[in-house]
C-alpha cells in the first residue's frame, strides 16, 4: 500500500504506486483507511458538522454496504444527540437496520470517532414482527414484536440463552417498556447462515435482538455499559416524532 503524505490542505500526493494485483479485499481496506483519515482530518480542521457527518456516514457504509445510508445517518445523529445529554461517554453506535431481510447482514457496530466497523453480522427480529421482513414493531408487552428506537446498552447476566445484555428506551413511546418487556441481546441457535439457506429468513426471537452464538458474546463485551443502539426503520410516525432522529447542533 502507498504512503501519503500531505501537499497542503486537502491535497494528497501518492508517494509510490503498489502492485496492480492487489485483492479487492485490500484495495477495500485502502479506501476504507483514507476516508477513516480524512474524517479525522476533518474533525479537527475548519469543516461544518454536517459534512463531518457524511464522511462518518459514508465511512460506515463503505464497511457494512448492506445498511443503508438513512439507517446510518439516524444512528449517527442519535449518537450525538445522546451524548449532548450526556447519557454516554463511549464512542460507539450500534446500528439494526430492520428495513432489510433478516438473513441479510443489517448489525453493524461503529466508532463514530474514526468511522471504523468493528462487528457486521446478522441479528433477528421479533416473531411479531414478521417472517422474513420486520414490518409490524410494538412497544406491548406480550406482542412478541422488536420495537424501534434509540436504546442505551445496560448490564450483562447469564440466562437461559448464555450470556445476555440489558436494554433500556429512550423513546417512551416506541421502546420505552423494552426493560420490563425483558428486551435484550442475546445468541441464538436459529441466527446463522446455515438456519438462513435452509429456511430462506433467520428464525425470530420473542423481540429480542438475537445474535449468532459466534459473535454475541464478544459484541456485548464491546457494546454493553452505557453505548448507543439504534433500531432504524422507515416508520412515518416514529421519523417525524424521536427528538433523536434531526440533525444534532
Keep these: 500500500m502507498g504512503a ?22 485490500r484495495r477495500s481496506a485502502f479506501r476504507v483507511a483514507v476516508v477513516s483519515f480524512l474524517f479525522a482530518v476533518s474533525a479537527h480542521a475548519n469543516v461544518p458538522a454536517g459534512k463531518r457527518l457524511q464522511h462518518l456516514a459514508a465511512t460506515i457504509q463503505s464497511q457494512a454496504p ?56 446478522y441479528v433477528a427480529h421479533g416473531k411479531g414482527s414478521g417472517g422474513k421482513y420486520a414490518t409490524r414493531f410494538s412497544n406491548t408487552p406480550g406482542t412478541n414484536a422488536s420495537s424501534l428506537g434509540v436504546y442505551l446498552t445496560g448490564h450483562t447476566y447469564y440466562g437461559k440463552h448464555g450470556y445476555s445484555m ?55 463485551k464491546l457494546i454493553r455499559g452505557g453505548t448507543v443502539l439504534l433500531a432504524y426503520y422507515p416508520d412515518p410516525k416514529w421519523l417525524r416524532s424521536s427528538p433523536f432522529l434531526r440533525l444534532p447542533r
Excluded at 416506541?174 to 441464538?188: E, K, L, P, Q, T
Aim: with cysteine; glycine share 6%; proline share 3%.
Design 66 to 121: 448492506n445498511i443503508s445510508a438513512k439507517a446510518i445517518s439516524a444512528a449517527i445523529n442519535a449518537y450525538f444527540h445522546v451524548k449532548q445529554r450526556d447519557l454516554t461517554d463511549k464512542p460507539l453506535v450500534t446500528i439494526v437496520d430492520y428495513s432489510l431481510p433478516s438473513a441479510k447482514k443489517r448489525l453493524a457496530v461503529a466508532d463514530v470517532q474514526t468511522g471504523k466497523v468493528l462487528f457486521y453480522t
Design 4 to 25: 501519503w503524505r500531505s501537499d497542503g490542505p486537502g491535497r494528497f500526493v501518492q508517494e509510490h504506486l503498489t502492485s496492480t494485483s492487489k485483492s479487492s479485499a
Design 166 to 220: 440489558r436494554l433500556k428506551g429512550l423513546n417512551p413511546e416506541f421502546n420505552g417498556a423494552a426493560y420490563r418487556r425483558d428486551i435484550v441481546m442475546h445468541s441464538a441457535w436459529y441466527v446463522s447462515r446455515t438456519f438462513a439457506k435452509d429456511h430462506g429468513r433467520m428464525g425470530r426471537s420473542w423481540g429480542c435482538f438475537a445474535l449468532s452464538r459466534k459473535v454475541e458474546s464478544a459484541v456485548v
